[in-house]
């Protein structure tokens, strides 16, 4: 089973920063082995994919690419997602989100919002 419980959503202007945690509890699967990512939803909008970390690579949604980065500490039961030179566009609602088996490739971030597992979600807004 897995549990999943974002952090670190806020307000901030455009041009500002905000990091991301999502906290992992894990059993069963080791936790390296889990594919993991961010996907957010914006009212009215659907379910779009960020960022994926899995078998070893990354990949991002063209939109953020260069100015989000995903990563994890496995030592610490953690993934993370460092957003930078935010614009009104990102405002939305960020989910984690976990499988124990996904795809390869630098589409893979599309795929995110279809993995088994997710948390609560953590708001974002972005002001111009």
């Known amino acids: 089973q897995v549990q999943l419980q974002e952090s670190g959503g806020g307000s901030v202007q455009s041009g500002g920063s905000l990091r991301l945690s999502c906290a992992v509890s894990v059993s069963g699967y080791g936790r390296a082995t889990y594919c993991m990512g961010w996907f957010r939803q914006a009212p009215g909008k659907e379910r779009e994919g960020v960022a994926s970390?899995?078998?070893?690579?990354?990949s991002y949604q063209n939109s953020v690419q260069g100015r989000f980065t995903i990563s994890r500490d496995n030592a610490k039961n953690t993934l993370y997602l460092q957003m930078n030179s935010l614009i009104p566009e990102d405002t939305a609602m960020y989910y984690c989100a976990a499988d124990p088996f996904c795809g390869l490739g630098l589409t893979l971030y599309r795929t995110v919002p279809s993995f088994r597992y997710r948390g609560q979600g953590t708001q974002v807004t972005v002001s111009s």
């Open positions: 970390i899995a078998h070893g690579g990354t």
